[in-house]
């Protein structure tokens, strides 16, 4: 009862490790380990259709033991699918079809009857080799680990990694099932953030040229660094799919991921400090803000691709998602520190300056302003994580999806909200609604 219950335990620790693995494209990887003493290590998460396979080539696979000579069966792969995950939890007979050869429960992962065991090291050959690919047929979304369950024992090898499906007519799909729309939906919004940016040229370099401030022409680079993400993120994605690599793309995905992430709190940032359309300069404090948030954004990428590219079998891979929570989070709060400090500016000068109906206009606009940039960080930090975590993995495109759309919406509302105009909400209102400016300006207050 105490090596099941073990067994049990050491199932929800990898339960935990896969679900911080965010599912994503099961490229083909190449991993090394030298004097390894990890007792599992989780390599992808893979969402299966009826046509799955695995296929695992290792080579100079050892086993080093400080004590007696370990058994080379304590050495293994397996699969732990989301199904068996849960009949674990609940202590459930396991589906037959996972558990082909049960054996009895020696508190070893490799032995639990809620794994489906690939192979074990009892299977090299002489030189530590092996190559073999395996059907998965029950259709679910599957982890691949491996387990080392001899104590004080340590794991060279080298490691290549297969996960795809197969379509009807014999190709492979290195797509997850739930990954498959991706790089349609990358694709359709590249021709939105197009057509956004024919329009907001229109609007800056002829509608409207007189009054286009720098601001507005930093909004244009946004516009088009975005449209350049979604092309290369289309073709990574695209490319992973038909090939397993991303033929170069990455590199470009990660770059352009780098530069827009940039521009984009930038642009918050100096919206929200009134630059160039209120004041053509900016405070010290204000350009502090900018010398913090530009270095965060790159920590923050830096953290993004090493985690994207080598994955959870990295050893300080755990470490490098958590810089990157902690730079991103750091990096949303500190873009909106120039907005309260503009929004108070404006209320003391609304005090002395005697131009209560453009002061109003401005306050609420900053407002507004201020709600929408925390709702949209909000959802593409909690909302879309949360997306990716609960929902069905047949249905994981859903969460990029949606944070596509809720960019689309946030650009919508902040390049209509402050494109250039002759006329607009930062400019003074006629006479007739000055009084009933500086009655709403003392009746309401404009804190946080």
């Known amino acids: 009862m105490a090596s099941a219950a073990a067994a049990r335990l050491l199932l929800l620790i990898l339960a935990v490790a896969g679900a911080l693995l965010r599912p994503a494209a099961a490229e083909i ?28 080539a290792i080579s100079g696979g050892k086993a080093v033991s400080k004590r007696t000579k370990a058994e080379p069966d304590q050495f293994g792969f397996f699969l732990l699918s989301d199904e068996a995950l849960f009949e674990a939890i609940y202590e459930q007979p396991p589906p037959t079809d996972l558990n082909p050869n049960p ?34 047929t029950h259709p679910d979304e599957y982890s691949l680990f491996f387990a080392n369950c001899a104590p004080e024992t340590t794991v060279s090898m080298e490691v290549r990694t ?78 992973i799919r038909i090939a397993g690599t991303p033929h170069g793309w990455d590199v470009m995905f990660y770059l352009l991921q780098l530069v827009k992430g940039v521009i984009l709190f930038a642009v918050i940032a100096l919206i929200g400090t009134g630059w160039s359309f209120l004041k053509p300069f900016l405070q010290d404090k204000e350009k502090k803000v900018l010398m913090v948030v530009i270095p965060l954004q790159v920590a923050a990428n830096i953290a993004a691709a090493v985690v994207g590219e080598t994955g959870p079998f990295l050893q300080g ?18 873009v909106l520190f120039p907005v309260v400090w503009s929004m108070r500016s404006l209320r ?23 709600v929408v940039v925390i ?41 209509y909200m402050f494109r250039p105009a002759e006329r607009n909400q930062y400019f003074a209102l006629d006479d007739d609604e000055e009084e009933a400016a500086e009655l709403a300006l003392r009746e309401e207050e404009f804190e946080l």
């Not at 090394?32 to 695992?56: M, P, Q, T, Y």
């Not at 470490?319 to 991103?328: A, R, S």
């Open 348 to 370: 003391e000068s609304s005090k002395t300056d005697g131009k209560a109906a453009r002061t109003l206009a401005k306050l609420t606009l900053f407002r507004q302003f201020y």
């Open 162 to 239: 297969d996960m795809y499906n197969v379509n009807p007519d014999g190709s492979k799909d290195y797509l997850s099932v739930g990954q498959a729309p991706v790089p349609a939906i990358y694709a359709f919004f590249t021709v939105c953030y197009l057509v956004f940016l024919a329009v907001w040229l229109y609007v800056t370099l002829y509608r409207n040229r007189l009054s286009a401030h720098r601001i507005h022409h930093l909004m244009t680079g946004l516009l088009a660094a975005r449209m350049l993400y979604c092309i290369s993120a289309a073709e990574d994605q695209h490319y």
């Open 103 to 136: 054996e009895p429960n020696t508190g070893c992962v490799l032995s639990s009857p809620y794994v489906k065991p690939l192979f074990s090291f009892a299977d090299l050959d002489a030189n530590g080799n092996y190559n073999k690919t395996f059907p998965v």
């Open 317 to 334: 891979w755990v470490t490098w998602n958590q810089i990157f929570l902690f730079v991103d989070v750091a990096c949303c709060c500190a």
């Open 29 to 56: 990887k190449q991993e090394s380990f030298k004097d390894d003493s990890r007792a599992s290590i989780l390599f992808e998460k893979f969402g299966f259709s009826r046509h799955g396979f695995v296929s695992i």
């Open 375 to 415: 709702g949209y960080l909000y959802f593409t930090r909690i909302i879309v994580y949360a997306l990716k975590t609960i929902t069905n993995y047949k249905y994981r495109w859903v969460s990029v999806a949606a944070e596509e759309v809720a960019t689309v919406a946030f650009y919508l509302f902040m390049f």
